[in-house]
């Protein structure tokens, strides 16, 4: 069946070095796309999202950037620091009023080294 | 402000037991879902219930089965546990798509 995926399960990048983490979907319905952050122990917190109808969207040190011509989105963190150790998950959400179903992807780990 | 709100946050149950999550929303969010997570994997979509009425259901087996209340609180109900039912079960509140929040979760273990 359709599902999102990651390429990478883990990524070690040294502190204050940028991280670029991918995601591979499939579903051609999906029009809202969410990158959330997991520690361990807690539950998955929102990071960035991004619609569709865009190719990039900033926050606060993060950026998402979505390709829907090769269904690819990647999440970069820049100057990478210790509390950004988690596993990061990408999800996405078919359009369609109502639609609050999210598939999510299995999740890259982030480890940063002091 | 309270987050979402899950109970208990760990959980033992034995094989063919049955066993209820409960969940609170964020005050003002009428939808509720449900969630399991698999360690080492992603969260995968179990109910969402949206003003009292399921308006989602995932690919698990009738043991499995929710409802939400008029204050909006959930709870998840799983009938004759199985081993393969341990898991972190994690709630979201939305008032929309781009407000998913998400509890800490109860982490269930059958044996």
């Known amino acids: 069946g359709e599902s999102v995926g990651l390429h990478l399960p883990t990524l070690s990048v040294q502190e204050g070095d940028n991280s670029i983490i991918n995601c591979a979907y499939s579903n051609s319905a999906s029009d809202y796309f969410i990158w959330y952050k997991q520690e361990s122990g807690k539950g998955p917190q929102f990071i960035i999202d991004i619609r569709s109808n865009m190719d990039k969207r900033q926050g606060q040190r993060v950026t998402v950037l979505l390709n829907k011509t090769v269904k690819h989105l990647s999440l970069q963190i820049a100057a990478t620091q210790p509390g950004d150790s988690a596993v990061y998950f990408c999800?996405?959400?078919?359009?369609?009023?109502?639609?609050?179903?999210?598939?999510f992807g299995k999740g890259t780990k982030l480890s940063v080294i002091p | 402000d309270a987050g979402v709100t899950q109970s208990p946050t760990h959980l033992i149950k034995t094989r063919g037991q049955h066993v209820t999550l409960r969940c609170s929303p964020i005050s003002g969010h009428k939808s509720v879902s449900w969630y399991q997570q698999v360690l080492g994997q992603g969260p995968q979509f179990i109910f969402q219930y949206y003003e009292k009425e399921e308006r989602g259901r995932g690919n698990f087996p009738d043991r499995f089965s929710a409802r939400q209340f008029p204050n909006y609180s959930s709870e998840l109900n799983v009938n004759a546990l199985l081993l393969g039912d341990s898991a972190l079960y994690l709630c979201?509140?939305?008032?929309?798509?781009?407000?998913?929040?998400f509890g800490s979760g109860t982490r269930l273990t059958v044996v």
């Open positions: 999800a996405e959400t078919p359009s369609g009023a109502g639609s609050y179903q999210l598939t």
């Open positions: 979201a509140s939305s008032f929309s798509r781009a407000g998913y929040t």
